[in-house]
């Protein structure tokens, strides 16, 4: 049972460029999500996803797209990448029921945009 | 707007030296309130739920409280391995399709032996 897993865990883009951070989970949860991580700040929340083929905006989505054509998979796509993307990526999951209703994150993705 | 603000955002201690971390939040209708431990270059991980008013949750050191605006995370007796962003984060109970998580921005504690 690995949990929340992402690739890569580092990754330099220039500007322009594109790419996806993968995220897979092992759990069986429905929900599943993308936050971001800049310096001083709190998580911020990009993306989530309630089940399969279901996707939805959260607080930053600018900049990224994301699709969830399987429950177990959450893959984010940066497009054009900014230096503004310069950030650390985590994803999560949740089963989503009353009684199990924790969070679990994944190890992040650290991505510079030079 | 649901908010939480987290204080201070650090906190240096001596070995032993016991303290409390607060969280203060307003949101529309509390579904949880969570506590996240993470280390440098590590995912968050989780630590406590709490649901209602004057519910309590311990582990080790850790004793977590919840009022209705605010929450602590008293520390007893802490360890060099103890240092950590501790990160609080509240689920709205209201408008909130997905269960979505707001953060607090951590407080950093550092515990010297």
């Known amino acids: 049972n690995a949990g929340v897993t992402q690739t890569p865990k580092f990754r330099i883009l220039k500007i322009g460029q594109s790419m996806t951070l993968q995220c897979a989970q092992d759990?069986?949860?429905?929900?599943m999500y993308w936050y971001r991580q800049d310096p001083g700040m709190g998580l911020k929340l990009i993306y989530y996803?309630?089940?399969?083929?279901?996707?939805d905006k959260g607080e930053v989505p600018n900049g990224y797209n994301v699709s969830r054509s399987t429950t177990e998979d959450f893959p984010l796509r940066l497009e054009l990448a900014a230096p503004s993307q310069t950030s650390v990526y985590f994803c999560?999951?949740?089963?989503?029921?009353?009684?199990?209703?924790?969070?679990?994150f994944g190890e992040g993705s650290w991505l510079t945009v030079v | 707007e649901d908010q939480v603000t987290q204080s201070p955002e650090a906190l240096r201690l001596q070995e032993g030296e016991s303290s409390s971390l607060n969280c203060s939040y307003t949101?529309?209708?509390?579904?949880?309130l969570f506590w996240y431990r993470q280390d440098p270059g590590k995912g968050p991980e989780f630590l406590f739920t709490?649901?209602?008013a004057g519910e309590e949750k311990e582990k080790e050191r850790l004793k977590a409280t919840l009022t209705k605006k605010e929450s602590f995370l008293h520390i007893t007796a802490p360890k060099p391995e103890d240092s950590a962003t501790y990160l609080c984060?509240?689920?709205?109970?209201?408008?909130?399709?997905?269960?979505?998580?707001?953060f607090g921005q951590g407080t950093e504690l550092s515990v010297k032996p």
């Open positions: 999560a999951s949740r089963l989503g029921t009353v009684e199990r209703n924790t969070i679990y």
């Open positions: 759990m069986n949860h429905n929900y």
């Open positions: 996803s309630v089940g399969a083929g279901i996707t």
């Open positions: 949101v529309s209708g509390l579904r949880g």
């Open positions: 709490l649901y209602s």
């Open positions: 984060a509240v689920q709205a109970g209201i408008y909130n399709q997905g269960g979505k998580l707001i």
